[in-house]
């Protein structure tokens, strides 16, 4: 596989001459350069014609560059008037250090005394404002640029100059936004948000985004026979340390490494065409697709993990889902920024928002008399739940419940439903229990679950 991303990057390389490719280890750009200047940057490896390149530290930035023009250059013209001021006040200070002629005149000595004091003034203003300037363009710089140093080619490169990039220079994730369109359909986009840090300013034809790693490593797998050894008694008291050493010393062996493994996942590869990405530090929000999915939205409550109602969307993806923050609209107005989402039974379930207006009181039920007997050899013990649902607002509202009773995991231990009061129910697999409860407005609605636990009387039960 990696022959055949090989192949076809050089095919494109060769027919459009500038290509990037970002990996989650590297960014790899290829363009054809126009002068030996590559950019404000540091940490870089560079090839012509796939030999590797010798780097230079240069001493101009070319004003024909974005970054040099709008900043660098700034940047050094500030510091050489930052430099005439400190002159200056240097050369003011020694006029005031002079030696006073014999005659001494009052009025021109005042006049002198006002005059470098005006001059001073000025030049502790200028100062200051030059400083700040001098702040500002820097941290915009750090934001755009990881380094300042002027990078460039000792030798020209004639033909298609391959730079390499560490990690982070330039980073993309997806990004996702649903639009609810009504109850049972739902809009969802994604977009790759791309931010360029590397001090060079790219302009690709072609633009590859790889969510895997570029240098991919597999160590052989060789098969190993699984041996049963007879057990050997422990070794006296005062004896462990001494043998475990000896016996370490005799047989160790280095750890191997974990090996790294390589997923390659076509939908999780994407391509921009005549992507310019100026190395801003700003997101460059890219469209990927969008689609439009049937799904069903309701209310969901989990009581015996949080008190909490949810609306959750629930659709089938046409493609897959790699990000699990979303932000969600509707009605033009969005309600969530950080809503999340995942896979569930094929399906993804998007928890759209909180439902204020359902409050949920679980209480267990405790009946002293009743909650448990010795038949024959058997403990049966009764226990359950009560669930107090209540709908706030003024509108009718249908809440799905999850609940659960407990599951045995052994035969000693039997455990059945004995009845569920106040709504309708489905039991299923693993004591896992679904109810529809509508509420009408501003109402309130009672639901009693009871369960019996049976075992012998000398097990102890914990549930």
């Known amino acids: 596989m990696k022959t055949n991303i ?22 790899i750009y290829n363009y054809l350069p126009t002068s030996d200047f590559i950019g404000l940057t540091k940490n870089i490896a560079a090839k012509c014609e796939g030999e590797s390149v010798p780097l230079k530290i240069m001493q101009e930035c070319p004003q024909s560059e974005r970054l040099c023009s709008e900043l660098y250059g700034k940047i050094e013209a500030i510091q050489k008037k930052l430099h005439e001021n400190k002159l200056d006040s240097e050369i003011l200070g020694n006029l005031v250090t002079l030696p006073k002629p014999d005659s001494f005149d009052a009025k021109k000595a005042i006049g002198a005394a006002k005059a470098v004091a005006k001059e001073q003034t000025r030049l502790f203003v200028e100062k200051e404002k030059l400083t700040q300037q001098i702040k500002a363009l820097e941290a915009d710089l750090s934001r755009q640029t990881r380094a300042s140093v002027l990078v460039g ?13 560490p990690y982070g220079y330039i980073s ?4 996702y936004t649903a639009t609810l369109l009504s109850k049972n359909q739902i809009e969802v986009k994604q977009n790759l948000s791309i931010r360029n840090r590397s001090g060079i300013d790219i302009e690709a034809q072609q633009a590859f985004f790889y969510y895997r790693t570029s ?23 005062g004896m462990l340390r001494k043998t475990m050493v000896a016996n370490d010393m005799a047989t160790a062996t280095p750890a191997p ?15 921009v065409k005549n992507l310019k990405l100026p190395s801003d530090g700003l997101k460059k929000t890219v469209p990927v697709m969008q689609w439009k999915a049937a799904a069903q ?3 969901e409550l989990y009581a015996y993990r949080n ?43 998007l928890y759209v928002s909180n439902d204020q207006d359902i409050d949920v009181q679980r209480k267990p039920i405790v009946d002293k008399e009743k909650e448990s007997g010795i038949f024959g050899g058997t403990i049966r013990k009764k226990d359950g739940f009560e669930l107090v649902i209540t709908n706030k607002s003024d509108q009718p509202k249908t809440v799905h419940v999850t609940e659960r009773i407990p599951t045995s995991a052994t035969d000693k231990i039997n455990v059945r439903l004995l009845s569920v009061t106040g709504n309708s129910y489905r039991l299923l697999k693993d004591g896992k229990l679904e109810m529809e409860v509508s509420l009408p407005p501003k109402s309130k609605k009672h639901i009693e679950v009871l369960f019996e636990i049976s075992y012998g009387k000398d097990l102890k039960v914990m549930y």
């Open 6 to 27: 090989a192949l076809l990057t050089a095919a494109v390389v060769s027919a459009s001459a500038s290509t990037l490719a970002v990996y989650q280890d590297r960014s």
């Open 153 to 165: 080619l000792k030798h020209p490169c004639k033909n298609v100059l391959r730079v390499e990039m």
């Open 172 to 175: 993309f994730e997806t990004e």
């Open 215 to 237: 240098m991919q490593y597999l160590r052989p797998v060789h098969f190993r026979p699984w041996i049963v050894r007879e057990g050997q008694p422990l070794p006296q008291r």
């Open 257 to 271: 490494a974990a090996p790294m493994q390589a997923h390659y996942e076509k939908s999780r590869e994407y391509t």
């Open 297 to 299: 939205c309701q209310t």
């Open 307 to 349: 008190p909490y109602a949810y609306k959750v969307c629930t659709f089938t993806p046409k493609f897959q889902i790699e990000q699990n923050l979303w932000r969600v609209y509707q009605d033009g107005v969005i309600i969530n920024e950080k809503a999340s989402g995942e896979y569930e039974d094929g399906r993804y379930k």
